[in-house]
């Protein structure tokens, strides 16, 4: 069911796709609260090629898609062909999408530094991040919650896949 009860409270310069920074910054740590919530209780998928195997199992269990480059991934023709079809995927399937700028700074927030490293000792791919929802419960996450209206706003307003500036700490 799609609450549409956000489109009588916008304001004109949300309807105008004018973010401001405060509202940037607000959506930003509602991010980092659902990553570090979502974290210990293992509702994250890291990867691109993880990510694309946990969509095509499970769909309906994703709730966040987090799509992350830094600068020099532009260039990266094959990652930009898989972000295509995750975004096509994700758009398919009613599932919300993020872009991030700072792979550096997402992989502070899920706990392993610029450095990041997976159980085998292997680098981290975190230009593809999945959110899941526990299946133990409905997950009711106020943080959650903003980022997904975030979203939605964003398409309304033809955004389909909004950028997110995860800032320094």
Known sequence: MVDLDFMYNMT???LS???SQERMDSVAKALEEVLTSALPQGCITVGVYEAAKSLNVDPDNVVLCILATDDEDVKDVALQIHFTLIQAFCCENDINILRVNNT???AEILGGGGGAKQNGGEPM???CVLVTSPHSSS???PA???VNRFCR???CMDQWVPIINLPER
């Open 139 to 141: 997950w009711k996450d």
């Open 17 to 19: 796709g004018d973010y």
């Open 125 to 127: 791919d975190l230009h």
């Open 144 to 146: 959650l919650s903003k």
């Open 153 to 155: 706003e964003s398409r």
């Open 12 to 14: 004109f310069e949300e």
């Open 104 to 106: 550096r700074r997402l």
